[in-house]
């Protein structure tokens, strides 16, 4: 017998009504401020993701042993930023609704927006556990509210002081670290601290967004703002899989990956292991 062609992100097999964890994707990049193409990510991670293994010699598990559902892609209008979020929140929103846990891939880091609104509307007293290279935490860009630059300042609207904490940041403008001191928890440059952090959110409602230009240039080309200094990929991958494992994480996202940038197909491979190592921690638990 002959199989109907598939395209789901690999071992994300289980129906809709068994699973755990629920995987969609928004490709959006429409206010990319230096080098567009995140709208491309999750078609190329489902796509390189049978480069993969199921199984996980870190974790000792594979993703089948867990429930992970893909429901595929939103159709986003480009040009709309705001009716974009409107339709990640939607389908975030409705994931949860059904007691399951939104795995999202972006796009660019605006799409965080619609999902940690989701979020916040089910779990009061949200916290947001943020890896990046990038604060963005400016009020506007270029005369944008609604820019990547600016993702994690509107969800602080959304969560209010001290409950978002960011590692392995390098780059932002003087008013964003000065703003970010009186208002979020911001580690430079690497994780140090992240466990004791994590022991302090242990049991709270957290979203987990993951800008892999986090990682460095050197294995993560592959980005419309690329940035040097940044981390290794085992230390990204130690770091998710601690949130993931120890964190009640309600939601999640892996973001900012533009396949047309990755010449030599590491860094799409790179954000498909984050992702296997995230979806295995998050529906193995
Ligand atoms: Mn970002
Ligand atoms: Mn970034």
């Known amino acids: 017998m002959l199989n109907r062609n598939i395209e789901n992100f690999i071992g994300c097999d289980a129906s809709y009504a068994e699973a755990d964890v629920v995987l969609f994707g928004a490709p959006f ?3 990319t401020s230096f080098r567009p193409g995140t709208r491309f990510a999750p078609a190329a991670m489902r796509r390189e993701s049978y480069g993969l293994e199921l199984y996980s010699p870190y974790q000792g598990r594979e993703l089948t042993d867990g429930n992970i559902f893909d429901s595929g892609d939103i159709e986003l209008p480009f040009g709309s930023p705001e009716r974009a979020l409107g ?3 939607e389908r ?3 994931i949860l609704a059904d007691g399951k846990l939104p795995f999202l891939i972006g796009g660019e880091h605006l799409v965080t927006l619609g999902a940690v609104r989701a979020a916040a509307a089910k779990y009061p007293g ?8 990038h604060a963005d ?5 270029l005369g944008e509210r609604l820019s990547h630059a600016c ?3 509107r969800c602080h ?3 209010g002081d ?9 780059s932002g403008d003087k008013s964003e670290f000065e703003w970010g001191k009186e208002h979020v928890f911001t580690r430079l440059f690497d994780f140090e601290g992240l466990e004791d952090v994590l022991e302090s959110l242990r049991g709270r409602p957290v979203y987990l967004t993951v800008d892999l230009d986090v990682l460095d240039p050197s294995v993560f080309p592959g980005t419309g703002t690329p940035e040097p200094g940044g981390v290794t990929f085992d230390a990204l991958r130690r770091a998710v899989t601690a949130a993931c494992q120890t964190l009640n994480v309600v939601a999640a996202d892996v973001n900012e990956l533009s396949p047309h940038y990755d010449a030599s197909g590491a860094s799409t491979a790179a954000a498909c292991k984050i992702a296997r190592e995230m979806l295995i921690a998050l529906a193995c638990k």
Not at 137 to 141: H, K, Q
């Open 162 to 170: 001290g409950k978002i904490y960011q590692f392995g940041i390098r």
């Open 151 to 153: 993702v994690l300042r």
């Open 87 to 89: 339709m990640i929140e």
């Open 126 to 133: 949200l916290h947001i556990l943020h890896f990046d290279a």
């Open 29 to 31: 990049d429409g206010t």
């Open 137 to 141: 935490l400016r009020d506007e860009y």
């Open 92 to 94: 975030a929103g409705e």
């Open 157 to 159: 609207e959304l969560t």
